[in-house]
């Protein structure tokens, strides 16, 4: 799985903000825009890329993720040590989502029917699809190293660590299954009836929340161009990536893990594997305000 994002557009947001830059400087802003310290109060939004991958077992191994556009924004509460360096914190949320394609779908256990009768359980699917989505709130720790180039025009690079608080997710599904039963005792397959869900053709939907850690952490990286709009203003621009240090899922072992029992009911894809990560690129827009 790749994920990608059109980039083709920042070579000439950054000669806008050196337009913008030059133009600032021929209005007479405040030279000293650029040597700001102290507080200051920031606001960032993000278009993303997301990207949740389910690393699947034996029974559904061939599990394809596609990546999807999805935002996170955050407020900043920082503090200017110098024209270089400043530390920040804050609150904001990232949405991640992705869709998966199984393909196909095969599982065989024994059980036992409403009278008490042992037989194997046959099921096989096609068409599996399923989307995921996943809420967190974010609580940012971040090192903001700036770069000047000029009295209000610079670079920056933020390296930083998220700590992840899970708020809600959710999944939906759908594919088509054949049940049968195979009864040894008397050598007999059952199906296309209706006892026991022996059913063919069958078009499950299913949907419900899925089981994310409470408690997550993810390294976050941006980087991008700044410009000093005002004296206690400056404006940012950039691109973002994160990703997920830990396995986010809740669920139990995979190692009996049924996608589906019986018609009209599917289980998430991802109570049946073994590691389940996410990641995120895009691009960041923002304001840091200083307040004094």
């Excluded at 594919?175 to 026991?196: A, C, H, L, R």
């Amino acid at each position: 799985m790749k994920m990608t994002i059109n980039t083709r557009f920042i070579p000439a947001i950054i000669l806008l903000l050196l337009l913008i830059n030059q133009h600032a400087g021929a209005q007479g802003i405040d030279i000293n825009a650029r040597n700001r310290k102290g507080l200051y109060l920031g606001l960032n939004i993000s278009p993303v890329k997301t990207s949740i991958v389910n690393n699947g077992t034996t029974s559904i191994a061939a599990v394809e993720s596609t990546p999807a556009t999805s935002i996170s924004s955050n407020l900043d509460i920082g503090y200017s040590l110098s024209s270089y360096l400043a530390v920040s914190s804050g609150i904001g949320f990232i949405i991640y989502n992705s869709s998966f394609d199984l393909g196909t779908y095969t599982n065989s256990y024994d059980t036992i029917d409403s009278e008490s009768e042992s037989y194997k359980r046959n099921i096989s699917g096609s068409g599996i699809e399923e989307t995921q989505k996943i809420t967190f709130l974010t609580i940012p720790l971040v090192l903001n190293v700036s770069i000047p180039v000029s009295e209000k025009f610079g670079f920056y690079i933020k390296p930083g660590v998220n700590l992840l608080l899970h708020m809600n997710s959710a999944y939906d599904n759908t594919g088509t299954f054949d049940y049968s039963g195979y009864y040894s005792k008397y050598n007999v397959t059952i199906s296309d009836v209706p006892f026991e869900g022996f059913e063919s053709s069958s078009n499950n939907i299913g949907s419900g929340e899925l089981m994310i850690k409470s408690l997550n952490y993810e390294l976050f990286a941006s980087a991008g161009a700044e410009l000093s709009l005002q004296r206690n203003l400056r404006l940012t621009f950039g691109v973002d990536y994160r990703k997920i240090l830990s396995a986010i899922s809740d669920y139990p072992s995979s190692s009996s893990f049924k996608l589906t029992t019986k018609p009209d009911q599917m289980n998430s894809l991802m109570a049946g594997c073994e590691d389940v990560s996410a990641s995120a690129f895009g691009i960041s827009v923002g304001l840091r305000y200083f307040l004094k």
